[in-house]
Nanobody
Framework: QVQLVESGGGLVQAGGSLRLSCAAS????????MGWHRQAPGKQRELVAT??????NYADSVKGRFTISRDNAKNTVFLQMNSLKPEDTAVYYC??????????????WGQGTQVTVSS
């Protein structure tokens, strides 16, 4: 079975930085799109950033502050978060489209990691 595990969340003051990691494990043939979503209390989950091949997309609210990258050899995606703001406080979820075989693919989610930015 495929599993995504996030790490790197925590408490940081406004203006600080955090680096999130998400490692995929299991029977993986290849990973297509990988991305990050976040959900603050009382709000809907929103897309933060995605990466697939050479194509990277960011939400306008994080553009210029966050950087998404991936290490294909380690089946890992990262989110470098700089100049953090209190409004970035949320649970951050890793998401990936993963092929488990030539004809099999699925969408997977991690359990989430809490990011709290104090003012």
């Amino acid at each position: 079975q495929v599993q995504l595990v996030e790490s790197g969340g925590g408490l940081v003051q406004a203006g600080g930085s955090l680096r999130l990691s998400c490692a995929a494990s299991g029977s993986i043939f290849s990973i297509d799109l990988m991305g990050w979503h976040r959900q603050a209390p009382g709000k809907q989950r929103e897309l933060v950033a995605t990466i697939t091949g050479g194509n990277i997309n960011y939400a306008d609210s994080v553009k210029g502050r966050f950087t998404i990258s991936r290490d294909n050899a380690k089946n890992t995606v990262f989110l470098q978060m700089n100049s953090l703001k209190p409004e970035d406080t949320a649970v951050y979820y890793c998401n990936a489209d993963i092929r488990t075989g030539w004809r099999n693919s699925g969408n997977y989610w991690g359990q989430g990691t809490q990011v709290t930015v104090s003012s």
